[in-house]
T-cell receptor, first 110, second 112 residues
Framework: EDQVTQSPEALRLQEGESSSLNCSYT??????LFWYRQDPGKGPEFLFT???AGEEKEKERLKATLTKKESFLHITAPKPEDSATYLC???????????FGTGTRLQVFP | DAGVIQSPRHEVTEMGQEVTLRCKPI?????LFWYRQTMMRGLELLIY????????DSGMPEDRFSAKMPNASFSTLKIQPSEPRDSAVYFC??????????FGEGSWLTVV
């Protein structure tokens, strides 16, 4: 069964304190791994798609990496506006649907 | 681009009443997804359509739930009769060429 596990559930950082969020997955043939950001009261907002092990993508202070078993979302020198829940999802090769993890709730304090 | 549009944004209804949630996908997108989000279970896929045809409804919890997509620009998710355990945020999402799925702002449902 396709499965996504995210850790930690919650993370509190001081502004400027870099860290990483983890997404472990099992899937019957990976078609894509997705990262989304969700703010309170909003829908998930697309950040990145990764397709193969070794691939990396960056956007401002965020960098996503992918191995055959997990993905990391690295946050460099975070700011309070980076506070949100970060969701990871996988899409298997034999389907179009996304299977989501339960997310990491990030709080960045000034 | 207006994005995925959902209505209503908030609904409070009494147990036993019928609830209809509506979605307008992004123009030109041929996939439409309905997800439900709760604190306990996170985001769960209920059903998805391709070119207006339901492809996978294995996530629909019970016969009380039904979804339709009469045309490429409109879909509904109906709950009849509603129960308190149906209280959740219901998201509609759409996907066009490429793998990116875009979400609407959600419909917040409370059944009392």
């Amino acid at each position: 069964e396709d499965q996504v596990t995210q850790s930690p559930e919650a993370l509190r950082l001081q502004e400027g304190e870099s860290s990483s969020l983890n997404c472990s997955y099992t899937v019957s043939g990976l078609r894509g791994l997705f990262w989304y950001r969700q703010d309170p009261g909003k829908g998930p907002e697309f950040l990145f798609t990764l397709y193969s092990a070794g691939e990396e993508k960056e956007k401002e202070r965020l960098k996503a990496t992918l191995t055959k078993k997990e993905s990391f979302l690295h946050i460099t020198a975070p700011k309070p506006e980076d506070s949100a829940t970060y969701l990871c999802a996988v899409q298997a090769k034999n389907t179009d649907k996304l299977i989501f993890g339960t997310g990491t709730r990030l709080q960045v304090f000034p | 681009d207006a994005g995925v549009i959902q209505s209503p944004r908030h609904e409070v209804t009494e147990m036993g009443q019928e609830v209809t949630l509506r979605c307008k996908p992004i123009s030109g997108h041929d996939y439409l997804f309905w997800y439900r989000q709760t604190m306990m279970r996170g985001l769960e896929l209920l059903i998805y359509f391709n070119n207006n045809v339901p492809i996978d409804d294995s996530g629909m919890p019970e016969d009380r739930f039904s979804a339709k997509m009469p045309n490429a620009s409109f879909s509904t998710l109906k709950i009849q009769p509603s129960e308190p355990r149906d209280s959740a945020v219901y998201f509609c999402a759409s996907q066009g060429y490429g793998n990116t799925i875009y979400f609407g702002e959600g419909s917040w449902l409370t059944v009392v």
